[in-house]
């Protein structure tokens, strides 16, 4: 993969971290929204290489971490009905809800199927005409196209055996949220380059506007990140508070506009609750009215369940750069992979996991 | 005389009668495996395998395979179940002799599928020279197994210089991986999950025994140890060979030879290479300096054509396996946790 390798390329990294280190004049605090991002930082060491330079704050981005356990549980109940056979992608099966996760479940008989796209649940529907299936849609505006698809194809075929439990969430609202808090610390965000890849980067200008923070989008390589970081503390040393896209080889400014049609014609925007976050106004996409009857919670008269329990995890500290995941109480001790408290810990895009992954270091 | 049960003598499934004892039993294993598989000692039907004596230490091994689908690219669970065999014996540094074999039918599994797979394990054992001598078979119920499992046990002649292994490991050693990684794992998910690749990956499932031998005729003590990479992949022989050591495994991973697909898919799911399973990809530490050779003679064999030094054994630092990645900086790469679950984007 000649593409990737063009993008790792140590001695261009050391020339822009040296660059980094160059201009800045301070250490500045700036946040990568998106979970490919955290790892990608940690696993090829570019935050231990700046520390002191770039303190990087570990964004919201990681959809799986977000999830609501509310959301979990409703999917796990589900998953327990002879009827039904539970479609999720890989990462949320380890996620605790307040009543255990879907492993769990798995593990005490539920019927939960590993898919890889939302249209491999649709075909699952259409071999199992004797089970309803239900897909756990969870995911930022990249995965929304993609879960809109398979609606419609369930439309098409006249499946009347599919649904979804629909928990998708919006980037940017959550950006809002984080910047309002009074205690905020992000001085510059590295946007989420797949995501502006669907829906473009032209809604950040208001964003920058509103609340005079530079916005860079950025990609997922080594290289991506450091001309990222290098373009943030730019601005930040100028003091300058533009949008900027350093991902121009995938980001087109206006975004892909047949995906985001598709959006619009399936889907509203709704007020989410964000796990570790609690609601987040406009913070989600649910179906909209005419595609209701594709909504689980529509298809399934299940009681809702109250979430049981207090959440010890500390996943909203780490998202808004109050709490390093190695500072929590609970990290490696009651909380590992093996066993996790949270979300940040189970998803392989986590902040958490990542720091429990690569977070010990030794220069070179 | 009129049996007044209908037996379905020549049905194309695997009946639960099969498994009975009874004259399907019999038929079943003498017209379809001891035909297949035909030599003299089990033609013999004896109740247990008689062997000549050999001169050398004996070397034994067991491993059972229910890999889904039975049928894959570069392979099927037969040549798997005669391969894994023969590569554990001769990464302990023993010349296979003899295997057993094992059926656990489901009631169900079309007989044509069985022949092919029994036809599969005659080639992998011709091709390898091992007998298989002893055997068994079972039918269980539908439902209760998935197609099929095979158990086999291998048995072999250890032939000196036999590798010191792992516990010898020391400071400067050098670690060598005889392929390109993760193509067995990524070819089963590719396959059973439906990933609709074009062209199908294709997994690495062969013999290592030629391999072996090279190593051992040139380069002899100077190899400390070697295994093949199976589950958990290389990262989970890095770990075991840490722990027997005491010493720190570090590789590089900018030298790990990855063919473009599994990077590709890796990449795509979340996956590391690292974790992903081998079939016929071993790993192998050799003393300080000695690396390139070995790598030389491994390149010779089409099977190893792609061997690479990957890293070396250092005093215990900040983990027992380390990986150095793009920047240089060492990290400790953890132990493969349970199966890998694909991430989402
Ligand atoms: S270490 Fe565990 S408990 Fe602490 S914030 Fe991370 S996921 Fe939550």
Redo the contacts between chains.
Sequence with gaps: ?KY?DEY?D?EA??LL?DEIRRVSTRCWTLMEVCG?QTHSLL????A??LEGTVELIHGPGC??CVTDQEAIDFACQLAQRDDVILAS??????VPGSRGSLLDARTAGARIQ?V?SPL?AV?LARKHPEKQVVFFA???E??APATALAVKQAARDQLDNFSLIVSHVRVQPAMESLVQAPDNRVQAFLAAG?VCTVMGYESYESFVEQYRLPVVVTGFE?LDLLEGILACVKQLEANEVRLENRYARTVQAAGNQSAQDLVREIYQICDRAWRGFGVIPEGGLELCLEWRQYDARTRFSEPALPVLGIDECRSFDVMTGHLKPPDCPHFRKSCN??SPLGAPMV???GACAAY????????? | MNCPVSIPTNADYVTLAHGEGGRLSRKLIQERIVHALSNETLLAMNDAAQLPRVTGALALTTDSFVVSPLFFPGGDIGTLAVYGTINDLAVSGARPLWLTLSLIMEEGLPLVILDRVLQSIAEAAQQTGVKIVAGDTKVVPRGAADGLFINTAGVGELIAPIPSGAATLQEGDELIVSGTIGRHGIAILAVREELGLEPLPSSDCGSLLRPVEILRESMGHQVRCLRDATRGGVAAVMQEWAEASGMTLSIEEQSLPVSPVVRGISELLGLDPLHIANEGTMMIAVKQGAGADAVSFLKSLPETADAQVVGTVKHRGIAAVTIKRTLGAEQPLDDPLGSPLPRIC
């Design positions: 993969m990737l790792r140590p990294a050391r971290l490919g696993r090829h060491g570019i231990a290489e959809p799986v992608f890989g990462d949320m099966l380890r590993i890889y491999d075909q969870v995911g930022f990249t995965t797949h080594p992979p093996e998803s392989s895009e429990y992954r690569y977070g010990m270091t030794a220069s070179h």
